[in-house]
């Protein structure tokens, strides 16, 4: 039986998109085969009455994703975009072990992590996102396309930052690409901050990107392979391997640029300070203002770093599995061993230091005064293990929604086009009816009508943010 193979292909610098489409008919049943140029992709079959209308079928989708922008193209012609995974080398620590009370194991070598009072965050380079009790408790569990870089909060939201070139927003019952970057672009890390995305490459480049997920600016530092960039009201901090630069967010001026020893690995940031780890076994605090505060001695190059309780403490990690904590002024309190890899993201809540480490582990350390004695002397608790559940099914991300006829419960907004690019804008009373909303590219369509669960202002003023679950209004 013969086949007819459609191959289409959407790949624009300017809004980062890099993927493919390609409808198959044969006979009665219609194949799409779609995603990331260079993979395998995603593959649906359904079957009609008829050859006929399959056929039809096929050319109504083949039409759509043409007025989308995607064109005709030869598979193969177009490589896969550039991705860099952090280099993974880890030795076991020769200090003793450190207090970890629980430690769940998700398969694959962990960079994300998000801790607030109610949830545990974990991505891993499998492209799978568990979501556990500050208790270890496995809530929710996701699944991304790629390996998972980062998950960063902004506000309310929550993203996750993906190897695929994309960002996911994490708010909805569903993963949806809030961002898709340049595919030029080997991201190696990102942050929010009122919508607006700063991104780092393996080039030492960075570049912010609006909340229509339009670039604003982008810089190369005076270094390369920029693993470190934070974000904040007034500009973003990039590391690379010659130090640390902070950019204005409007212009993307250069404000100061700060050497350090060796490279920057990781960075953290507190409200007047910004934290950067390095090849080189230390870890600088750096007055936002761009002076040296203070520089803290490691014993191995340091994955990561975090702060507790506004920098009273400071904590890193190197990739010999140790973990060190420091005192404000530079005092070393206390070194130990993880016991499960090296950490390569941290982060400080409720005296616990959460940990995801090179062996996919997400582990809670009691870093409480008494734990931390006892683990000096080799008394530690017993650890709670716990796997990946069976029983909680993966939320894919994707492009479909829900539809609904009910606007109760909700906000709606419509896709209109303006000055040729497909814009939101809120239908109601109350609302700004000239501000834009932040909503998913891949969802708009113009002329359609989507009820969002809410709408709320950016805290930068200008436009609205689309939060939580989005359902299309028929």
């Not at 998000?114 to 545990?120: K, L, P, S």
């Not at 040729?420 to 009373?429: A, C, F, P, S």
């Not at 200008?462 to 939060?467: E, L, T």
């Amino acid at each position: 039986m013969s086949e007819e193979r459609t191959y289409l292909e959407l790949s624009e610098e300017g809004d980062g998109s890099h993927k493919f489409y390609e409808a198959i008919v044969k006979g009665t049943e219609v194949t799409i085969r779609y995603g990331r140029i260079g993979d395998r992709g995603r593959i649906q079959t359904k079957s009609y009455p008829t050859p006929e209308k399959a056929k039809a079928e096929a050319e109504k989708k083949i039409r759509e994703k043409l007025r989308k922008g995607y064109e005709l193209a030869v598979m193969g012609v177009r490589k896969k975009r550039p991705v860099t995974r952090r280099e993974i080398t880890s030795t076991r620590s020769t200090a003793k072990t450190a207090p970890v009370v629980w430690k769940f194991a998700s398969g694959s070598p962990a960079f994300g992590i998000f801790i607030d009072e109610n949830r545990c965050w974990l991505g891993n380079q499998n492209g799978r996102i568990f979501a556990l009790t500050p208790t270890g408790e496995v809530l929710q569990q996701l699944r991304l396309p790629d390996g998972v870089k980062c998950i960063v909060a902004d506000d309310d939201w929550l993203y996750a930052g993906c190897d695929d070139g994309k960002v996911y927003d994490l708010t909805g019952k569903i993963p949806r690409v809030a961002y898709e970057i340049a595919s030029d672009v080997d991201i190696f890390w990102l942050d929010i901050k009122d919508g607006i995305l700063g991104v780092s490459d393996a080039d030492g480049r960075v570049v912010a990107i609006d909340h229509e997920d339009e670039s604003q600016w982008n810089r190369k530092s005076k270094g390369n392979h920029g693993w470190m960039v934070r974000c904040d009201e007034i500009g973003l901090y990039h590391g690379h391997s010659h130090g640390v630069t902070m950019y204005d967010w409007e212009d993307g001026k250069s404000i100061w640029d700060l050497p350090t020893n060796g490279a920057v690995l990781f960075g953290w940031q507190e409200e007047g300070t910004v934290y950067a780890s390095t090849g080189k076994n230390q870890v600088f605090a750096i007055a936002k203002k761009g002076e040296i505060q203070k520089i803290y001695q490691c014993d191995a190059p340091v994955y990561s770093c975090a702060t507790a309780e506004d920098g009273k403490y400071i904590f890193a990690a190197d990739n010999q599995s140790s973990i060190y904590c420091f005192s404000e002024s530079g005092e070393r309190l206390w070194k130990l061993g993880t016991g499960c890899g090296s950490a390569f993201s941290m982060q400080f809540l409720d005296a616990h230091l959460y940990i995801v480490t090179t062996d996919g582990s997400l582990a809670c350390i009691d870093a409480g005064e008494t734990a931390i004695e006892a683990a000096k002397t080799g008394t530690i608790p017993e650890i709670v293990n716990i796997k990946a559940p069976e029983n909680i099914p993966a939320a894919v991300a994707s492009n479909t929604l829900e539809t609904t006829r009910d606007t109760n419960g909700g906000v709606l907004v419509e896709c209109v086009k303006i000055k040729g690019k497909l814009r939101i804008r809120v239908i109601g009373e109350g609302y700004d009816p000239d501000f834009n909303v932040q909503f998913p590219k891949e969802l708009r369509e113009e002329g359609a009508r989507y009820v969002v669960e809410e709408v709320r202002e950016s805290a930068r003023g200008g436009f609205y943010r689309a939060f939580g679950n989005i359902k299309k209004l028929i």
